[in-house]
């Protein structure tokens, strides 16, 4: 049995075959999950587990070099957008060591068919989403 790390089976076999440059996202629970990527349905009822709570140890467990976040959310969820780069440790999207994009909503969901998997949380404040771009662990 594992002594640390994430224990949920699902998540921790996609993060340990991705390389760099390998994609995961995170949604609230009413992210559109196309039918070509894996779903992780991690959701027991509305707000639980929030996407803050999957996402602090997803982060930890990966090397992340960027993220993509939905353009809407600097206006229909700043507190959700400051709770991702406080968590994430990004202080500065214009220079730092994770560089952040952001995209038209349309383009995000998109976006997610190029995934190894959507993590499907209980959240359910508006474009609480993310995708986590893997880096290199070596120089």
């Known amino acids: 049995m594992k002594r640390n790390g994430i224990l949920n089976s699902d998540i921790s076999r996609v993060l340990s075959y991705m390389g760099h440059t390998?994609?995961?996202a995170l949604g609230d629970c009413g992210l559109p999950v196309p039918e070509e990527t894996e779903r992780i349905d991690l959701a027991l009822e509305f707000g639980k587990p929030s996407f803050l709570e999957v996402l602090k140890p997803v982060?930890?467990?990966?090397?992340?070099?960027?993220?993509?976040?939905?353009?809407?959310?600097?206006?229909?969820?700043?507190?959700?957008?400051q709770g991702i780069l406080d968590t994430l440790g990004i202080a500065d999207m214009e220079q730092g060591e994770i560089q952040v994009e952001f995209v038209p909503h349309e383009e995000f969901k998109r976006q997610t068919r190029?995934?190894?998997?959507?993590?499907?949380t209980g959240e359910v404040s508006p474009y609480a989403?993310?995708?986590?771009?893997?880096?290199?662990?070596?120089?």
């Open 129 to 139: 989403n993310v995708i986590l771009q893997s880096g290199c662990i070596f120089s």
């Open 22 to 24: 390998d994609r995961i």
């Open 59 to 81: 982060a930890n467990d990966m090397k992340i070099e960027k993220i993509v976040l939905a353009e809407e959310i600097k206006s229909q969820n700043p507190d959700m957008l």
């Open 114 to 120: 190029d995934c190894k998997a959507v993590i499907r």
